[in-house]
């Protein structure tokens, strides 16, 4: 029977893989917090403004975050995450 994890499973080495033994390498993932954002270049920006609804003051920036606004929501731990919402088109097809 096979099991399926999220962990990524490799072999030991030479000898492990001929005894068929493998070792499990559990994947790490950064720790991402609010203060994060604000250093962040991609998401610093349409974050604060999610936050707070400051803009930069930079009119071409402005611009950007106030057309993608709509796609970003907080979580109740001050996460952003984008919401994609597929049209119905692509359900027909």
Do not use: C
């Not at 057309?67 to 119905?88: C, E, H, K, P």
């Amino acid at each position: 029977m096979e099991v399926v994890t999220d962990e990524l499973v490799m072999p030991a080495d030479n000898d492990s893989e001929k005894h068929g033994k493998q070792v499990i390498i559990e994947p790490t993932f950064p720790v991402i917090s609010t203060s994060y954002y604000e250093t962040d270049e991609e998401f610093g920006e349409i974050h604060q403004y999610a936050n707070s609804s400051e803009l930069t003051g930079n009119v071409r920036r402005d611009k950007r975050i106030l057309i993608m606004a709509d796609q970003y929501v907080i979580d109740n731990d001050g996460l952003l995450y984008r919401v994609d919402l597929t049209s119905i088109r692509s359900w027909l097809i």
